[in-house]
């Protein structure tokens, strides 16, 4: 494989979607030395096969809003890669979705995924709709439409959906509920669902719990943990809250979050019952961080900003992705910063990237760091095929020993001459090297 060469390439097919070349250059480069080391991948063009998804489904999402009016959106669904299972992966809702951005995600999940250890192939999903501002109604009515097109070409062994950004348990109980009428059929074909209807306990609390396990044991190839350290977090979401929450119970001090309109600084640290606060705020009354300063006025509320330039121990991303670029990351390291691991789905720009990699910090890309959110999906799955459902502690348990091991794989192929661990090198190549292998068993398909 010339590395250049495949990206000049697909730089030609794909010029307007700049988040996919982005994802696939990030990639590319890291495993070209072991992918050299098997001519018969060269031979049957694995590469080209492996970025570019196996299907795309786009289609027209009509819905009426509660003024009577008509409003269309844009739906995708891409299906990335099924060779180690059926396609896996989040749906999001967000105003600023196109199909660019869904194929960086269903790329970098098709590597998350085989990273996990368990059987699930990569896809992604979404729409140009957000959430934000629309009443319950309208959400419902919204994934309803959405649903009568994506139902046809998704399935329990087929390809199962999740939720990510403006997806969380309310979209998808919408989403399952026109699902299972269409089809007749109770199945776990989406995961993260309500617990009363198949949801895997620790769904909700396994990404951001995955990304502090991910970031413990990296603290603990330094000797260290989280005890007394401080930490910013963005984003105030799902991953966001729970990347909180596990950091508090682990010792740590939480001092900022934020959403796309700015951040909130708390030197005090933002305890238990801040968070609890925060959390009603978002996921009971959606509401906006700025909030939070009203509630605890000795905090500051910075609008329209991220949280980079604030000095501490730890960065842990967790809103959207590019949202760390060259310049936080020059001013995170000045500031004394020794880890950041990636709650966030690509938070950082290969600026920032290099950044981190050339101060020889800990940093570990969002492939390897949130892979907890879809480990449990994968946990979610086992058990609607088992019709069991387990309980909390067995499946953070099972979390806790994925992490352990994306960690141990990620030292594996990951850790360099001088004994540094260039952890994005090592989920690379392990996530690679297995879907290489199931492609090569399958033949040319
Ligand atoms: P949520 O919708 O629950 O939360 C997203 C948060 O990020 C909100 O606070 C939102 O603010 C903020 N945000 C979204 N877009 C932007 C933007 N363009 N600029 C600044 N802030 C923004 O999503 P999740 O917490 O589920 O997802 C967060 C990240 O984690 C994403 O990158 C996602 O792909 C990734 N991820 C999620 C997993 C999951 O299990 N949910 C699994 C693995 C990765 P606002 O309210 O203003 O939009």
Not at 367 to 385: D, T
Request: with cysteine; glycine share 10%; proline share 4%.
């Amino acid at each position: 494989m010339e590395v250049k060469k495949v990206l000049a390439d697909l730089q030609r097919r794909f010029p307007n979607e700049p988040e996919y070349i982005q994802a696939v250059s990030q990639v590319l480069p890291t495993i070209e030395e072991e992918y050299n080391k098997h001519p018969e991948f060269d031979k049957a063009n694995l590469i080209e096969r492996l970025c570019i998804p196996d299907r795309i489904i786009q289609f027209r999402v009509s819905w009426m809003d509660d003024n009577g009016n008509i409003q269309t959106n844009m739906g995708y669904r891409v299906q990335h890669n099924n060779a180690i299972g059926p396609y896996k992966g989040g749906i999001r809702f967000h105003s600023s979705v196109n199909l660019g951005i869904l194929k960086f995600l269903a790329f970098e999940q098709t590597f998350k995924n085989s990273l996990t250890t368990l059987p699930m192939g990569g896809g992604k999903g979404g729409s140009d709709f957000s959430p934000r501002g629309k009443s319950n109604a309208e959400v419902m009515r919204f994934c309803q439409a959405f649903m009568l097109e994506l139902t046809k070409h998704i399935g329990p062994d087929e390809d199962v959906p999740a939720g990510d950004i403006g997806v969380g348990g309310r979209e998808v109980g919408f989403m399952f509920g026109m699902y299972k009428k269409l089809t007749h059929e109770f199945t776990g074909t989406f995961t993260g669902k309500g617990r009363e209807f198949g949801g895997s306990l620790i769904r909700p609390e396994a990404t951001g719990y995955g990304n502090v396990y991910f970031l413990m044991e990296m603290l603990k190839t330094k000797g260290t943990d989280l005890k007394g350290k401080s930490v910013l977090i963005s984003g105030s979401g799902n991953v966001a809250q729970y990347t909180a929450e596990k950091v508090l119970q682990l010792g740590g001090k939480v001092l900022t979050m934020s959403d796309s309109n700015g951040y909130i600084y708390d030197a005090d640290g933002i305890d238990r019952a801040k968070l609890d606060y925060i959390m009603e705020l978002k996921n009971v009354y959606r509401g906006r961080i700025k909030e939070y300063v009203d509630k605890y006025p000795t905090a500051k509320y910075v609008e329209g900003a991220k949280p980079w330039n604030e000095k501490a121990d730890i960065a842990l991303p967790s809103a959207t992705q590019n949202e760390i670029n060259g310049d936080a990351a020059k001013a995170l390291i000045a500031n004394g910063v020794i880890a950041v691991s990636e709650g966030a789905n690509m938070p950082s720009t290969p600026e920032a990237i290099k950044v981190f990699q050339d101060a020889k910090i800990l940093y570990a890309p969002g492939k390897a760091a949130n892979a907890g959110g879809v480990s449990v999906s994968g946990l979610e799955m086992s058990q609607n095929s088992e019709r069991l459902s387990w309980t909390a502690e067995e499946v953070d348990n099972r979390l806790h020993m994925i992490m352990e091991d994306i960690h141990a794989n990620c030292v594996k192929y990951g850790k360099e001459e001088n004994g540094y661990i260039n952890y994005v090198k090592g989920a690379n190549v392990a996530g690679f090297m297995k879907v290489a292998k199931a492609m090569m068993a399958q033949g040319i398909v």
